[in-house]
């Protein structure tokens, strides 16, 4: 715990220039976070500094953050979506609130707490606010990611004056991939692709389907992390080259996530191919789960009555 009143006089001694940092790359490593494994063992995502450098310049676009910005930080850093909440707002002069552990765990009292803090840019998953009764007047910007975004949600938390994002993405294409802007009258989507990414819809032969079909999401871009921390093959797997889309070859993720699109050109999400579930917005492979059970003494010795 720092008490920065305390340190006014040594934080004032630095100067207020731009670091210099020599002999960094874009692409050099900026941070791994693990995501759930099918063999019970995490599985590290290394993302490089040109990747979030890209995410944040396309968040910037869509997100009307400035200097006013007052962003609630309640994301683990270890869960990715901390990166959009810590690194947008700061990357325009904004202010960022730490959401202590009374906050985030304080139920119905959670929009008393934003209300007093003045938070005006929110980034949750849509299990939390759904447990929250009472409005938060002071929100402008209110980000649902994550997991899915029911409609009876989505329509509840949008109000005059205040911007409601649906978005998607995995980990591996660093926070997000797509967006909508959400509104009282028209479904839930995921909408489209960020700028600075790509996003498609292919078949099982890696075409792009056709009106009123269900394939799966790929995606490209600038911000498709580097691959998985020492599994080459899986790596190989997951990130593909192919040179169909575009004639030259390009790099895209493939998310496992089937998707078809609406009439408007927006993405609907539908579901996964395997047995992967969210929860709380982290992604849990149900087969780790298993493989953790089975690893358990208690779980392996058959019980006799």
Same mark, same amino acid.
């Given at each position: 715990?720092?008490?920065?009143?305390?340190?006014?006089?040594?934080?004032?001694?630095?100067?207020?220039?731009?670091?210099?940092?020599?002999?960094?790359?874009?692409?050099?490593?900026?941070?791994?976070?693990?995501?759930?494994?099918?063999?019970?063992?995490?599985?590290?995502?290394?993302?490089?500094?040109?990747?979030?450098?890209?995410?944040?310049?396309?968040?910037?676009?869509?997100?009307?953050v400035?200097?006013?910005t007052?962003?609630?930080?309640?994301?683990?850093?270890?869960f990715?979506?901390?990166?959009?909440?810590?690194?947008?707002?700061?990357?325009?002069?904004?202010?960022?609130?730490?959401?202590?552990?009374?906050?985030?765990?304080?139920?119905?009292?959670?929009?008393?707490?934003?209300?007093?803090?003045?938070?005006?840019?929110?980034?949750?998953?849509?299990?939390?606010l759904?447990?929250?009764?009472?409005?938060?007047?002071?929100?402008?910007?209110?980000?649902?990611?994550?997991?899915?975004?029911?409609?009876?949600?989505?329509?509840?938390?949008?109000?005059?004056g205040?911007?409601?994002?649906?978005?998607y993405?995995?980990?591996?294409?660093?926070?997000?991939?797509?967006?909508?802007?959400?509104?009282?009258h028209?479904?839930?989507? #995921? *909408? +489209?692709?960020?700028?600075?990414?790509? $996003?498609?819809?292919?078949?099982?032969? /890696?075409?792009? =389907?056709?009106?009123?079909?269900?394939?799966?999401?790929?995606?490209?871009?600038?911000?498709?992390?580097?691959?998985?921390?020492?599994?080459?093959?899986?790596?190989?797997?997951?990130?593909?080259?192919?040179?169909?889309?575009?004639?030259?070859?390009?790099?895209?993720?493939?998310?496992?996530?089937?998707?078809?699109?609406?009439?408007?050109?927006?993405?609907?999400? #539908? *579901? +996964?191919?395997?047995?992967?579930?969210? $929860?709380?917005?982290?992604?849990?492979? /149900?087969?780790? =789960?298993?493989?953790?059970?089975?690893?358990?003494?208690?779980?392996r010795?058959?019980?006799?009555?």
């Open positions: 715990m720092f008490d920065l009143d305390q340190l006014t006089s040594l934080l004032n001694s630095f100067p207020d220039t731009k670091p210099e940092i020599r002999n960094r790359s874009d692409n050099d490593l900026c941070y791994i976070i693990y995501t759930s494994g099918t063999t019970g063992n995490p599985k590290g995502v290394l993302l490089e500094h040109r990747n979030a450098v890209n995410y944040i310049e396309g968040a910037r676009e869509i997100y009307p400035d200097s006013s007052r962003a609630l930080q309640g994301f683990s850093v270890s990715d979506a901390s990166v959009e909440e810590i690194w947008v707002p700061f990357s325009i002069g904004g202010t960022l609130v730490t959401g202590t552990f009374d906050i985030m765990r304080s139920g119905d009292q959670f929009a008393a707490h934003l209300n007093r803090l003045n938070i005006n840019f929110l980034s949750c998953a849509p299990t939390l759904s447990m929250v009764r009472e409005d938060i007047p002071g929100l402008k910007i209110l980000i649902f990611g994550g997991e899915v975004c029911s409609t009876d949600l989505a329509h509840r938390w949008c109000k005059p205040r911007i409601v994002f649906n978005t993405g995995p980990t591996e294409a660093t926070v997000i991939a797509t967006w909508s802007i959400l509104n009282p028209d479904p839930v989507t #995921i *909408g +489209r692709s960020m700028p600075g990414y790509e $996003v498609l819809i292919v078949n099982e032969r /890696l075409e792009p =389907i056709g009106e009123g079909e269900e394939g799966e999401i790929l995606i490209g871009g600038e911000s498709i992390a580097r691959g998985y921390l020492n599994r080459n093959d899986l790596t190989a797997s997951k990130f593909i080259e192919t040179d169909r889309f575009k004639g030259a070859k390009e790099r895209y993720y493939r998310t496992g996530d089937i998707a078809r699109y609406a009439e408007n050109g927006e993405i609907i999400y #539908i *579901g +996964r191919i395997d047995a992967q579930v969210k $929860v709380r917005g982290f992604r849990v492979e /149900l087969a780790e =789960i298993e493989g953790l059970l089975h690893n358990l003494k208690e779980y010795q058959p019980r006799f009555h």
